[in-house]
C-alpha cells in the first residue's frame, strides 16, 4: 500500500459515507503582546482611513480647474506623507510583534494528561 492510501472499511454500502480525520501530532501555538496587536489595529485602521482620502485629494487636484489647486497640492501631500508614515509604522509594528512572539508545541497526545 502506498503512504498516502488509506484503509476504507468494506463494509460499506451505496450511499453511506466514512468520514476519515486525520490529527497533526503536534500544535504550535503562536502567543504576542495584546498591545502590539492593538497598536497595529488601529494602526491598519487609520491607513484604511487615510489612503482613500489621499487618493480622493490627489484625484480632485489632477482633474479640476486652477482655483483650488494650492490648497488641493498641500492637503495632498500632507495625507501623503500621513499615509506614508502610517504605512511605516504598520511595517515596523508588525515586524515587532511577531518577532517578540512566544512559541509553544504540545504533542496531541499529551491533551488531557496532567
Same mark, same amino acid.
Given at each position: 500500500?502506498?503512504?498516502?492510501?488509506?484503509? +476504507?472499511?468494506?463494509?460499506l454500502?451505496?450511499? &453511506?459515507?466514512?468520514?476519515?480525520?486525520?490529527?497533526?501530532?503536534e500544535?504550535v501555538?503562536k502567543?504576542?503582546? &495584546?498591545? +502590539?496587536v492593538?497598536?497595529? &489595529?488601529?494602526?491598519?485602521?487609520?491607513?484604511?482611513?487615510?489612503?482613500?482620502?489621499?487618493?480622493?485629494?490627489?484625484t480632485a487636484f489632477?482633474?479640476?480647474?486652477?482655483?483650488w489647486?494650492?490648497?488641493?497640492?498641500f492637503s495632498?501631500?500632507?495625507?501623503?506623507? +500621513?499615509?506614508?508614515v502610517?504605512?511605516?509604522?504598520?511595517?515596523?509594528?508588525?515586524k515587532?510583534t511577531?518577532?517578540?512572539?512566544?512559541h509553544?508545541?504540545i504533542?496531541?497526545?499529551?491533551?488531557g494528561?496532567?
Open positions: 500500500m502506498a503512504k498516502n492510501e488509506i484503509n +476504507l472499511p468494506n463494509n454500502t451505496d450511499g &453511506e459515507t466514512d468520514v476519515v480525520v486525520e490529527m497533526p501530532k500544535a501555538i502567543l504576542v503582546q &495584546e498591545n +502590539l492593538k497598536n497595529y &489595529e488601529l494602526l491598519i485602521w487609520l491607513f484604511n482611513v487615510s489612503t482613500p482620502i489621499m487618493t480622493a485629494l490627489w489632477f482633474t479640476l480647474s486652477a482655483g489647486k494650492s490648497s488641493l497640492f495632498s501631500t500632507a495625507f501623503t506623507i +500621513l499615509s506614508l502610517l504605512g511605516f509604522f504598520i511595517w515596523h509594528n508588525r515587532r511577531f518577532s517578540d512572539s512566544v509553544k508545541k504533542k496531541i497526545s499529551d491533551i494528561k496532567k
